[in-house]
């Protein structure tokens, strides 16, 4: 079975550019979740896609959103990136309904210079 | 104040020695207590789950929650090089929308 996969593996930007990372959940799974890991502070909960709906995001401003596709599939897109925005995202799935245990990819690294 | 403070580490110890990672919290609503592992470069992956207080064990790990003293543990029993990595404790509240995570604690294991 195929684990959740997030394209692509790295990225640089300049900062003011849009970035857009994507992520495929694990096959009937149908919640994803964004978090950002930035070094030293551990995983910030940006958004979850629950049925093709945004169901919560977390602290983050708006230039930060998503979309989750009717195959579940999901892309994060950051714009006007700041330097401050460097950091690795991570994509994890879940089935609906499922209380603990997500599944993450490997992240997105994300640069910006 | 953080919902969930855990110490980064990092945490060095030899290997066969028993390790305790901790992590407190202040949201008495959490239901759900998790524990991760994160190998460098890689997504973090669910090691164990606990629903509510009470131990449980899974083969050289076991995990305790005290909800009184809203306080949780992972031991690692026979500490291998190979569990070097950074675990990272997560919770969330039935019903609650989202996981929140630890900063994460970085423990090496040397041979």
């Known amino acids: 079975e195929a684990g959740v996969t997030q394209s692509p593996t790295h990225l640089i930007k300049t900062r003011g550019q849009q970035a857009t990372l994507r992520c495929s959940p694990i096959?009937?799974?149908?919640?994803v979740y964004w978090y950002q890991q930035a070094l030293g502070l551990g995983l910030q909960f940006l958004l979850w896609?629950?049925?093709?709906?945004?169901?919560n995001r977390g602290n983050f401003p708006p230039r930060f959103s998503g979309r989750q596709f009717p195959n579940y599939s999901s892309e994060l897109n950051v714009n006007a990136l700041e330097l401050e925005d460097s950091a690795l995202y991570l994509c994890?799935?879940?089935?609906?309904?499922?209380?603990?245990?997500?599944?993450f990819g490997s992240g997105t690294r994300l640069t910006v210079v | 104040q953080k919902e969930v403070e855990q110490d980064p580490g990092p945490l060095s110890v030899p290997e066969g020695a028993i390790v305790s990672l901790n992590c407190t919290y202040s949201n008495s609503a959490f239901q759900y207590f998790m524990w991760y592992r994160q190998y460098s470069r890689k997504g973090p992956e669910l090691l164990m789950y606990t629903y509510s207080s009470g131990n449980k064990e899974d083969g050289r790990f076991t995990a305790q929650v005290d909800k009184s003293s809203k306080y949780i543990s992972l031991f690692i029993r026979d500490s291998q090089p190979s569990d070097s990595a950074t675990y990272l404790c997560a919770m969330r509240n039935t019903g609650g929308f989202k996981t929140i995570f630890g900063a994460g604690t970085r423990l090496f294991v040397k041979a």
């Open positions: 896609y629950d049925e093709g709906e945004e169901r």
């Open positions: 994890a799935s879940s089935p609906t309904g499922v209380e603990y245990g997500y599944t």
């Open positions: 096959s009937g799974h149908t919640s």
